[in-house]
T-cell receptor
């Protein structure tokens, strides 16, 4: 089974609105990463948050991490049509960070 | 452009055949990861190599094998292909010191993938 599970599976919003995606995982982690994938393309790293961090920002992205609940959220503010993509969380599942497991992803559609 | 090169981009073959997918990591990266992405299984971790050595194995079938060569490029060999092997195969690399060590600190840089269609 997947280590990380994104929620919702699909999200459709209007341009300018905020988009929030959640990720839950099962085992302890060293860090959690969020990636973006445009249809059929390679994944692109967005942001990494370590287990001892609670919140991190990068441009219009805000990521939170709650290790007690084993969950993370990705917030995209003021969304644009170009943000339309699938978003995945990835966790390292061993102490040496040698095995990254991705969730099934959230498919975000931003309508103009 | 991530700097990770995968070839071929597209491959169509028949059941029972064998194919080889190739990945060149970013200059200076020692780690190569292979992932399989299909519609019903999502992104599945297959295997990780670090500087020529296998470091972690995921859901890789016995019909599949991989290796990383001294020049750090990697090949994923898929044999006795079945219809269900049709998928996008991605490789990713990560900078030295960020994996293969005690604590992961870095990101993965993905190639554009090789789309395999088995007919």
């Amino acid at each position: 089974s997947q280590q990380g599970e994104e929620d919702p599976q699909a999200l459709s919003i209007q341009e300018g609105e905020n988009a929030t995606m959640n990720c839950s995982y099962k085992t302890s982690i060293n860090n959690l990463q969020w990636y973006r994938q445009n249809s059929g393309r390679g994944l692109v790293h967005l942001i990494l948050i370590r287990s001892n961090e609670r919140e991190k920002h990068s441009g219009r992205l805000r990521v939170t991490l709650d290790t007690s609940k084993k969950s993370s959220s990705l917030l995209i503010t003021a969304s644009r049509a170009a943000d339309t993509a699938s978003y995945f969380c990835a966790t390292d599942v061993d102490n040496y960070g040698q095995n990254f497991v991705f969730g099934p992803g959230t498919r975000l559609s931003v309508l103009p | 452009d991530s700097g990770v090169t995968q070839t071929p981009k597209h491959l169509i073959t028949a059941t029972g055949q064998r194919v080889t997918l190739r990945c060149s990591p970013r200059s200076g990266d020692l780690s190569v990861y292979w992932y399989q992405q299909s519609l019903d299984q999502g992104l599945q971790f297959l295997i990780h190599y670090y500087n020529g050595e296998e470091r972690a194995k995921g859901n890789i079938l016995e019909r599949f094998s991989a290796q990383q060569f001294p020049d750090l490029h990697s090949e994923l060999n898929l044999s006795s292909l079945e219809l269900g092997d049709s998928a996008l195969y991605f490789c990713a690399s990560s900078p030295p010191g960020t994996s293969g060590g005690l604590l992961n600190t870095g990101e993965l840089f993905f190639g554009e993938g090789s789309r395999l269609t088995v007919l």
